[in-house]
């Protein structure tokens, strides 16, 4: 299987590029910033009475229920892979079970409340529902081996902090308490291992690998550029361009998995807040993410060969207009970058900064006017919360995931005019085809691969178009005119690329592009 991506050929790893690790640094933490603000949030909303009972109704019961619960709460919450510490470390404080946590944290930074319908729409519906249930089943096995090791629970202490204020003071000075913690080091952290994968990885380092075997395929390339990143959606788009230009889907599975869920500065929180349990944890939610992405690569083989170029991995890589010899417009550009992304979390970054300083505020003033003030904090062993109503837990989470459906659909139908532009893209990679056919030899190694492209721009022309009728409807979008004729031109090509005769497939070609204007 041929693939001619435009880069040209490159490796992995390379010299260790300054610009690019301040480019990446500056950028992830923009783009980090509204996820961990919602994480401070829910962690303080998680510390009021109210917030206190629904979490103790989620992970009470038996191990099997109440694991489930733990990572379902976690494909709920829209946190990300930063704003799930804050909430994983009130979890320990209230003396959830390390199993729980552990659940929450594995599944909490893979999805967003639109990221399986995202997936769906990049990888498709098989691929996106194996991701989740792939996910769901490692969290589980995951919470499941940490029990093991755990001691025995002890009740959950009280609070008489909160008896007495109002549940939104509580819940803002809980917030504003974690973002004045150490929760920053893990943030840094994890911040800076993925901007230094990032300021190594060679913007060319795919060519090299796609006749590679699948263990090498991804080891040593989709594991790097998962670690060079932090963001759900990132790491959906990256699985979406290995899925697309034909690469192994093991290194799809473990773009996702890897990529939104593990970092150093979650390998930093589980060894502070869980000790030797959290050692434990991390070295099985490595092993059992390679293997979910074996068994992945051997139940999900594409059927035919992608398209044939691809620049999403340059997201995650140096940049191609950063040039050491020109200092000033190098550091111009970067700035540029970080200033632009900036603008869009503007909002988020400042809420985060009165955050801290009111957290470090209120910590100084506490300690001040009560010296002899005991600690509620948990060492995050094995204790638990009890509860005898486990109903609201139960009905919360049912209607979050009804809410999630719904979002998780209108990402999948996106709007009728970004559809109606794939369709314009694939016209183009099938007329591209189209001429390789008519040009090559029958018996030619181009021949098949061309057929290959062709067929396969015909199936994204198939189910754009299906998915545009559906999108207008749910949207209210306005009817596209032509796209039945589209439907049954492409057809009518279909059965043509399967015949022996080629010579008048370009005639249809050239009907499709008339139409697509």
Same mark, same amino acid.
């Given at each position: ?53 629904? @979490? #103790?109704?989620?992970? =009470? ?5 109440? &694991?489930?619960? /733990? %990572? $379902? ?115 840094? @952290? #994890?911040?800076?291992? =993925? ?5 190594? &990885?060679?913007? /060319? %380092? $795919? ?131 970080? %200033? ?178």
């Amino acid at each position: 299987m041929n693939h001619l991506l435009a880069h040209g050929d490159g490796d992995i790893f390379g010299p260790f590029s300054v610009w690019t690790f301040v480019l990446r640094f500056g950028e992830m933490a923009s783009q980090s910033a509204p996820t961990l603000l919602t994480g401070l949030l829910l962690a303080g909303a998680l510390r009021t009475r109210l917030g206190q009972a629904w @979490l #103790s109704s989620v992970v =009470s019961g038996t191990p099997g229920r109440s &694991l489930l619960r /733990a %990572s $379902i709460f976690g494909v709920i919450a829209p946190v990300g892979a930063l704003g799930a510490l804050p909430v994983a470390t009130e979890m320990v404080r209230a003396n959830v079970r390390p199993g729980h946590v552990l659940c929450f944290l594995v599944v909490a930074p893979l999805f967003m409340p639109w990221s399986v319908g995202y997936a769906g729409d990049g990888l498709g519906l098989t691929n996106a529902i194996f991701i989740l249930i792939g996910s769901i089943a490692l969290a589980y096995a995951l919470g499941l081996i940490v029990q093991v090791f755990a001691k025995r629970p002890s009740p959950i202490p009280h609070n008489p902090q909160s008896g007495h204020q109002s549940q939104l003071t509580v819940a803002v000075r809980a917030a504003a308490g974690h973002c004045a913690s150490a929760l920053w080091i893990y943030v840094f @952290l #994890s911040i800076s291992a =993925s901007a230094a994968f990032a300021a190594v &990885l060679e913007p /060319a %380092s $795919i060519e090299s690998h796609l006749g590679e075997s699948a263990i090498t395929t991804m080891f040593e390339l989709a594991v790097p550029l998962s670690f060079a990143n932090l963001d759900s959606d990132t790491a959906i788009a990256l699985a979406s361009e290995f899925w697309r230009i034909g690469l192994l889907p093991g290194g799809m599975v473990v773009a996702v998995i890897l990529g939104a869920g593990w970092s150093i500065g979650t390998l930093a929180w589980c060894v502070h807040r869980l000790g030797r349990l959290g050692i434990i944890a991390n070295v099985a939610w490595l092993a059992l993410a390679m293997c979910i992405a074996v068994i992945g690569n051997n139940l999900l083989l594409p059927t035919r060969a992608g398209e044939v170029d691809s620049h999403g991995f340059d997201v995650l890589t140096k940049p191609h207009n950063v040039d050491t010899e020109f200092t000033n417009y190098s550091w111009g550009l970067v700035g540029d970058k970080i %200033s632009e992304s900036l603008t869009h979390n503007g909002v988020a970054v400042a809420t985060l900064m009165a955050l801290a300083i009111f957290g470090v505020t209120d910590r100084f003033i506490t300690r001040r006017n009560t010296p002899g003030r005991r600690n509620h904090s948990t060492n995050g062993t094995d204790e638990s919360i009890t509860t005898e109503h486990s109903l609201p837990g139960r009905v919360g989470l049912i209607s979050l995931l009804l809410l999630l459906l719904i979002a998780n659909t209108y990402s999948y139908y996106p709007p009728t005019e970004e559809l109606y532009e794939r369709l314009r893209l694939q016209n183009g990679n099938l007329g591209d085809a189209i001429a390789i056919l008519d040009n090559a030899q029958f018996e030619h190694p181009d021949h098949e691969a061309a057929m290959d492209r062709a067929l396969n721009a015909l199936d994204q022309i198939d189910r754009n178009i299906a998915r545009i009728q559906v999108s207008r409807v749910i949207r209210g979008s306005r009817k596209m005119d032509g796209i039945d004729t589209l439907s049954e031109i492409a057809i009518r090509m279909r059965m043509k690329l399967k015949a022996t005769d080629s010579k008048d497939k370009g005639e249809d070609v050239l009907e499709f592009a008339r139409q697509l204007r």
